[in-house]
């Protein structure tokens, strides 16, 4: 279960235990089972919380501003948005530079929904406009549900004329954060690094061949994440003096969130059950590790003088133009 939390791994564990049954991956005794559908979400922090400090990551950001239409893409309030809605969702570009900002290098279209946590996400092999849109095509056809607001940064990725006359065409509302607040679009942020960071690292990824690694290792960590991973949605906050205390809602996967909005239609929710009865989280998991080590092993034969080179080229170039 990638090492999730005890209060995000309890609520799921009796039907993670069935559905491993049912593939063959799981058998114990009655006793043992007994156990682990009674265990306790602090005992399973306690357990396997040496296992979830092995993996610790920090992260950077290369977004830079876009002007164009900026003033035509109003903010995001409350106003626009229904939250409660399936269908409106954060999206924003994860950079795969390795720390090395010059050249162009894959970037991955990260697009999550805000009422069900539900997240598709897709690589591109740099920042262009077209690239990304057409990814966002792509990524919205992948969603259960249909797409009816749309929330970026103010990336010139996302602020663009092509993007604009889409959404006003297929009257999707499109709203910006404010600048310099990335708090603005934290539903997104946190699946950069909960999903995007924590599957591929921070290693750098610039060819054909890592791009289409990339987008084979997303299309079956979709499967694993928004039909295996629970998730647990901020309910209330009370400040008590210097502290705040939160309240969250049960631990749910983003499919059992879908399935239980009485705004998602009979017939999509009936092609999710059917997809749903097929899936062995065990053996997408396989999978995904798989691919995760091909990955590392292209990224390990990356060239870095050629990576020197290029940061020493750059900054030529700006020293020139001065």
Not at 236 to 257: F, H, N
């Amino acid at each position: 279960m990638d090492y999730i939390c005890g209060k995000r791994l309890q609520p799921a564990l009796p039907e993670l235990v069935t559905v491993l049954e049912r593939h063959n991956e799981l058998h114990c005794e009655a006793a043992t089972k007994a156990k682990l559908l009674r265990i306790s979400a602090a005992t399973i922090d306690r357990l396997l919380g040496s296992e979830r400090r092995k993996y610790e990551l920090r992260g950077r950001a290369r977004t830079k501003p876009g002007t164009l239409l900026k003033h035509q893409i109003p903010i995001r309030t409350f106003a626009e948005w229904d939250e409660q809605q399936p269908g409106f969702g954060e999206m924003d570009l994860v950079g795969h530079d390795g720390g090395v900002a010059a050249g162009d290098y894959c970037q991955t279209l990260d697009l999550t929904d805000v009422a069900t946590t539900w997240t598709e996400t897709m690589a591109v092999r740099n920042k262009a406009q077209a690239r990304v849109f057409e990814a966002l095509q792509t990524v919205r056809k992948n969603l259960p549900f249909p797409l009816l607001g749309l929330d970026s940064d103010n990336g010139s990725e996302f602020i663009n004329d092509q993007l604009l006359r889409y959404c006003r065409q297929e009257q999707i509302t499109f709203t910006r954060s404010r600048p310099y607040r990335k708090n603005d679009n934290c539903f997104v942020e946190q699946k950069n690094y909960s999903i995007v960071r924590r599957a591929v690292g921070y290693a750098r990824y610039d060819t054909e061949e890592q791009c289409m690694l990339l987008n084979e290792l997303y299309s079956y960590l979709r499967l694993y994440t928004n039909f295996f991973q629970p998730t647990m949605k901020l309910k209330s906050k009370q400040r008590e003096g210097s502290k705040v205390k939160k309240c969250y809602d049960q631990a749910l996967t983003p499919y059992q969130r879908v399935m239980q909005s009485t705004l998602i239609s009979k017939p999509k929710k009936q092609l999710l059950r059917t997809k749903y009865a097929t899936l062995n989280p065990a053996a997408l998991k396989r999978k995904i590790e798989g691919l995760q080590q091909r990955l590392a092993k292209t990224s390990s034969q990356t060239n870095w003088r050629e990576c020197a080179r290029m940061v020493a080229v750059t900054a030529a170039q700006r020293t020139n133009a001065f």
